[in-house]
């Protein structure tokens, strides 16, 4: 068995800044992809950046240049740093990660419960 488990979100201003974690940890042999999605209320989740193992990065157009995806391998954390931040992204965060469990296995996909971001305007 696989946890994510997101911490880092809250209640922030408008312009400010929060970095989120995403711990992982049971049977994990590799972590490939990491990515970070969002949900807003009454709209569906959207995926906001992704991290490889190798550490190539994208971004959702909506987050490009204001937020930084990395990866801690040996701690098998992922953060999503974001600076700037807007009423807009207020929104539930999750985390998701493709995990090979065994030397043998695939890798299959893993969610979080999600941290609340709120930012006030």
Do not use: H
């Amino acid at each position: 068995q696989v946890q994510l488990v997101e911490s880092g979100g809250g209640l922030v201003q408008a312009g400010g800044s929060l970095t989120l974690s995403c711990a992982a940890s049971g049977s994990i042999f590799s972590i490939g992809t990491m990515a970070w999605y969002r949900q807003a209320p009454g709209k569906q989740r959207e995926l906001v950046a992704t991290i490889t193992s190798g550490g190539n990065t994208n971004y959702a157009d909506s987050v490009k240049g204001r937020s930084t995806i990395s990866r801690d391998n040996a701690k098998k954390i992922g953060y999503l740093q974001m600076n700037s931040l807007k009423a807009e992204d207020t929104a539930v965060y999750y985390c998701n990660s493709d995990v090979k469990s065994y030397r043998g296995s695939g890798y299959y996909g893993y969610w979080g419960q999600g941290t609340q971001v709120t930012v006030s305007s």
